[in-house]
C-alpha cells in the first residue's frame, strides 16, 4: 500500500469533527508527482511532498501552503492501513492527525 490517493481526517487535536469540517470536509491528499493538497477548518492549500519508506512503511514529509497558513508535516502509514501524522503551523502551534483513506473512512460512516 502508498500513500497515494485522498485520505479522511479523522481526527486532530485540538479540533472536534464539527471544526474539522467547517467548509467541506477534512482531508489531506497524495499526489504520484510529489505534490498533494489538503482542506480542513477554513483553511485549503498545497503539499509539496518528498516519500520514503522508513522501516518498511511509507513515509511523507512535506511543506503546505494554505489560504490561511502555512508550515510543514510528515504522515505515515500505519499497520491498519490507515495515517498517522503531525502538522507543524509556521510560527504557531502543531497537531497530530489520522487519517483513514476514504473508502475505509465512509464504511465507518465518516
Known amino acids: 500500500m502508498n500513500l497515494v490517493g ?5 481526527t486532530m487535536d485540538p479540533w472536534d469533527r464539527d471544526a474539522l469540517d467547517l467548509v467541506e470536509p477534512g482531508f489531506i491528499e497524495f499526489g504520484a508527482d510529489g505534490t498533494g493538497q489538503f482542506g480542513f477548518i477554513a483553511d485549503r492549500g498545497r503539499l509539496d511532498c518528498r516519500t520514503e519508506n ?4 511509507p513515509r511523507a514529509e512535506f511543506s503546505r501552503q494554505g489560504d490561511d ?3 510543514r508535516g510528515w ?3 500505519t499497520d491498519d492501513g490507515t495515517l498517522d501524522g503531525h502538522l507543524f503551523f509556521h510560527l ?3 497537531s497530530g492527525f489520522h487519517a483513514a483513506p476514504l473508502d475505509l473512512a465512509a464504511g465507518r460512516g465518516r
Open 92 to 94: 504557531r502551534d502543531e
Open 6 to 10: 485522498r485520505w479522511r481526517i479523522e
Open 69 to 71: 497558513v502555512c508550515g
Open 54 to 57: 522508513r522501516s518498511g512503511r
Open 75 to 77: 504522515a505515515a502509514l
